[in-house]
């Protein structure tokens, strides 16, 4: 069942699939597929025994050479020497077990993120099943507040959006259409006609075909690349384990000289291979694990205290060799949350920050703000909370900041009747009465609501559209498009006191603006990379949103370089060879549309190429390249717990700023660990 079903004709689904998307499977037939495909559930490793994993702790090179230490100490009867060797092995195999104990809940993590039950068809009853119990060719039932229980493919549909930030990374719901009809290369976030298990219904209602289930499904497949990861050693550890061999062979050399000499002159072996022996353990410093440790732990108390929360304690001095950064855009880089940046009418174009309305005057700006704040279904409520779709909470604040209140204008203006909004029309109605005359408000794609406008707001003057003004707007629109604006035209239409009927509602339109919003950069990101690059460490990109969108932001805080300043798509990459990966991946600073897997091979080219690695994220679809990572840092507030389980460090004010802090930080400790090794070899 692994089939890409967005590109499928419906027919050929169906057919496929073996259903009536009417009735549903029958139950005879679903206790079969049961059987055939297993139960809906994601499958993990056994887990390993707390036993094995605290025996792993000790097979470190570096941990054998001590404990081979404490043998040796005991039969010279060194016993407070062994005791003490003993004490700091054991103090660092409790912390290594727990800290991996802990790291690999986050696969448990993934089954959470289904509901228990849902909605089905079944022999042409509506029936509430056992997610698990779900198979391919389930009809599914879904409205708002559901979890999507299975991967699934639209049959029927009404002003369906879903929240798919777990496997894509971006906060916006994503509109549905299940007349839409991709092909194999749409990537995941545009396959309009498809929804995914795990994510959440946030409007509408939809019947769906379920295509996949359990581990075949989009999340299934994050679950097999969590299941991937190998071990990888830290820089420390690898020159630890260097340093470990090194001082086997020194100490070997010293009993092979000290035992021949003293043969030599004719003492006794046995005496001579004791001496011997006593000066090779006395060359090991059995002090090391115990600064490296206290080094780590006085770091982990210092980071904690600057919103960095470490969970892996070698994460600190990895943090220190880090070269390159692998950034989330969403809410890392921008501060995640949709904001009005420009308004254009017939006046002019207007920064939202210098947008001041006057609530008497009722001109092109005030219309702007009042559409907006009227024509959504986004609340707000008195003690300043918005909630509803984030492009239309961007609009109301807009309004509220420029000091047009939701609430007053609804008492002027009482919102009567409406059209919704719909993937279809683009564009939503509402028709307002004050006192007894109607107002038909409309909001939509400048390119569904332009056509329908006669006339134009200038100031307060109600003036015709020429073909002059058309291409104004046009070239505004442009413009807005070339920065990855998302924009609206706002507009409305006055009827008197006889409404028409519904169909002329948004004829003969009035334009009063066309509003150009975007997620901004977080006002510390451009100072952030700055920092990093001035210390050596290269930011690249990394996000499932578009391409110009993407790279606007990118130019916004300076990650574009001379150097490095390639943007690629997700299928860009996939289509390059693991040789040309390593290559391009070499000048490229933007990675757009990316999926999970596609976010992991950047994370193994950079790898590859001999860089330390530090990638972060929060959705679903970042935590098996977060876990592969040399640092895996997890948002501590937008943040999954699966991403956080796979994470290395926590970061409590999701913050880039505070990654640079962490890597200055773990750069002074491993240089204090370093003067530490040369002091007890001195």
Not at 130 to 152: K, N, T, Y
Request: aromatic fraction near 4%; charge should be neutral; proline fraction near 5%.
């Amino acid at each position: 069942m692994s089939k890409d079903w967005s590109s499928a004709a419906l027919g050929r689904l169906i057919r496929e699939l073996d259903v009536d998307p009417d009735a549903g499977l029958s139950n005879r037939e679903a206790e079969a597929r049961l059987s055939r495909f297993g139960p809906n559930e994601l499958v993990t490793k056994p887990p390993i025994s707390p036993w094995r994993l605290f025996l792993h702790q000790f097979q470190d090179f570096m941990v054998l050479v001590l404990l081979g230490t404490v043998v040796i100490s005991v039969l010279l009867g060194e016993h407070l020497d062994a005791a003490a060797i003993s004490a700091i092995l054991l103090l660092n195999a409790v912390l290594g077990f727990v800290q991996e104990y802990r790291a690999e809940r986050s696969l448990e993590m993934l089954n959470k993120l289904a509901g228990d039950h849902c909605r089905v068809l079944r022999d042409g009853q509506k029936t509430v099943l056992d997610v698990s119990h779900l198979v391919p060719g389930d009809i599914i039932l879904l409205e708002p507040g559901d979890r999507v229980p299975a991967d699934a493919r639209l049959w029927e549909s009404q002003l369906l959006s879903v929240d798919e930030s777990n496997l894509t990374g971006e906060s916006v719901p994503s509109s549905k259409d299940e007349k839409f009809l991709g092909d194999e290369r749409t990537p995941l976030g545009d396959r309009r006609n498809m929804v995914f298990k795990g994510t959440l219904v946030t409007r509408g209602f939809a019947k769906a075909v379920v295509t996949a289930t359990g581990m075949e499904t989009e999340i299934g497949r994050i679950a097999h690349l969590l299941q991937e990861k190998g071990d990888t050693e830290t820089p420390l550890q690898r020159r630890l384990q260097q340093l470990g061999k090194v001082l086997v062979l020194v100490c070997a050399a010293i009993v092979a000289v000290v035992f021949a000499a003293g043969v030599r002159q004719g003492l006794p072996p046995y005496k001579m291979f004791m001496v011997a022996v006593t000066l090779a353990v006395a060359a090991i410093p059995e002090g090391l694990p115990a600064v490296v440790t206290i080094a780590l732990s006085v770091g982990v108390q210092r980071m904690s205290r600057q919103n960095a929360i470490i969970r892996q304690l070698p994460a600190v001095e990895t943090l220190g060799c880090a070269t390159v950064i692998c950034s989330d855009k969403t809410g890392t880089l921008t501060v995640n949350q949709m904001e009005v940046q420009q308004v254009w009418t017939a006046r002019g174009l207007f920064g939202e920050s210098g947008l001041k309305v006057d609530p008497e005057l009722q001109d092109d700006l005030w219309w702007s703000a009042a559409v907006g704040a009227l024509c959504t279904k986004a609340e707000a409520y008195p003690d300043g909370r918005v909630f509803g779709d984030p492009t239309e909470v961007a609009l109301l604040r807009l309004a509220e900041r420029a000091g047009l209140s939701q609430r007053q204008l609804r008492k002027s203006l009482r919102e009567v009747r409406g059209i919704p909004f719909s993937s279809e029309r683009k564009r939503m109605s509402v028709v307002v009465q004050a006192g007894r005359d109607y107002t038909v408000l409309v909001k939509g794609a400048p390119d569904v609501v332009l056509p329908r406008c006669t006339h134009i707001l200038v100031g307060t003057e109600v003036v015709r559209l020429t073909p002059d003004l058309r291409r104004e707007a046009q070239v505004v629109l442009d413009a807005m498009a070339d920065q990855a604006l998302r924009v609206l035209a706002a507009a409305f239409k006055p009827w008197g006191p006889q409404l028409p009927p519904e169909e002329q509602w948004e004829q003969g339109l009035i334009l009063a603006g066309l509003l150009g919003m975007i997620d901004p950069p977080r006002p510390e990101a451009a100072a952030a990379v700055q920092a990093a690059r001035l210390g050596g460490v290269r930011t690249i990109m990394v996000t499932g949103d578009h391409k110009k969108t993407a790279a606007a932001i990118a130019e916004r805080i300076g990650l574009l370089t001379p150097q490095a300043s390639g943007v690629l798509t997700g299928s860009e990459w996939e289509a390059l060879t693991d040789r040309q990966q390593r290559e391009a991946i070499k000048t490229t600073a933007v990675f757009a549309r990316v999926a999970p897997a596609h976010k992991l091979s950047i994370v193994r080219a950079l790898q590859a190429n001999g860089e330390i690695v530090a990638m972060t994220g929060d959705g679903v679809n970042d935590a098996p390249a977060v876990k592969e990572a040399h640092i895996g840092v997890a948002m501590g507030i937008q943040g999954t717990d699966v991403t956080r389980e796979a994470s290395d460090m926590v970061l409590l004010d999701d913050n880039f700023g505070t990654i640079i802090m962490a890597v200055r930080e773990g750069r002074g400790i491993y240089d204090n660990i370093r003067k530490f090794i040369r002091y007890l070899l001195g």
